[in-house]
């Protein structure tokens, strides 16, 4: 019987043994998470873009597309793309080691079987020495076992991050998942602008105009500026970061500051071997948003409620 189907809980994850499949599929993804960039309006903090983790794997939003609208979703049971129009249309294709540059021709071969015309800056984003997605013959890799334990993992955690962001009665953003960074996140935000950080990129520029906590899950790939981290952990950060952050106790004891990344980071095969993962998980982010909003000064009475039982 294989792992797939097992339906462990927190499985096991190295990122160096899924490395190449992770770069292959964040590319691929990026393909999809373009589309619906080209086809979505702007909601603040680039929330239309996000995708959402789904009982099979992950979908876009309803993407309009002149009288109709359809959606992409990735499913990482039986490992296929699904393209379906509010016509009845649909499109399939399966998830298998293929080169980035062969999805993204399958892809758009099988948008136009289905008369939809989106044309995507093939550019990927937050990747360290980009290659154009139409021309990437390098990355080929797809385990599909190595990608099943991955959404695994995104979905427990959505479902932490679900109890998480229902306490705060002031802005939070949905659970997404971030095809640039490829990390599922959800914010909270103190509800007053924030300074813009110089030289930032445009994305970030529009990401972090106001206040906010994120926390996530990260499988460790490298981020846009290029630093690693090599195992997956989940992450907790303020924006912008209120002096006394970085020097703050935060729970459980395994949890630790990285001055390289301004997070902190709480490893993933930590939690993997706790007796409660999930308790875990909330009381390190609970605690850094505990820590951050009191050190920067956020009205908490006014953002917070009581959590229902």
Not at 96 to 113: D, I, K, M, W
Not at 170 to 191: E, I, M, N
Not at 194 to 205: V, Y
């Amino acid at each position: 019987m294989t792992l797939q189907h097992q339906g462990t809980q927190w499985p096991t994850l190295p990122y160096d043994e899924w490395q190449a499949t992770q770069a292959t599929l964040h590319r691929w993804m990026q393909i999809v998470g373009k589309v619906t960039l080209e086809g979505t309006p702007f909601l603040n903090e680039w929330w239309n873009v996000g995708l959402t983790v789904t009982s099979r794997g992950m979908t876009t939003p309803l993407i309009p597309y002149g009288q109709e609208a359809f959606t992409i979703a990735f499913d990482f049971i039986d490992h296929t793309l699904s393209i379906d129009v509010t016509d009845g249309r649909t499109g399939r294709l399966p998830l298998r080691p293929q080169s980035v540059a062969s999805f993204y021709l399958e892809f758009f071969n099988t948008l136009e079987a289905l008369g939809i015309d989106m044309p995507i800056n093939p550019m990927p984003v937050e990747i360290v020495d980009p290659v154009s997605l139409d021309f990437d013959e390098g990355n080929d890799a797809y385990d599909a076992d190595a990608v099943y334990r991955w959404w695994r993992i995104l979905f427990q955690t959505e479902k932490v991050l679900q109890r998480y962001r229902s306490s705060l009665a002031g802005k939070s953003s949905p659970v997404l998942f971030f095809w640039g960074s490829f990390d599922l996140a959800a914010t909270r935000f103190s509800g007053h602008p924030a300074s813009l950080p110089p030289g930032a990129p445009r994305f970030m520029q529009l990401a972090e105009d106001q206040e906010n906590i994120a926390v996530g899950f990260w499988p460790g790939n490298d981020n846009y500026a290029g630093v690693p981290l090599g195992e997956p952990a989940f992450y907790a950060y303020i924006f912008p970061e209120p002096p006394g952050f970085k020097e703050a106790t935060i729970r459980p004891a395994e949890a630790a500051y990285r001055p390289e990344l301004g997070q902190f980071l709480l490893p993933y095969e930590a939690v993997r071997q706790a007796p409660a993962p999930e308790g875990m998980i909330l009381d390190f982010f609970q605690s850094v948003y505990d820590a951050g909003s009191s050190l920067a000064g956020w009205d908490r009475p006014r953002l917070e409620m009581e959590r229902v039982p």
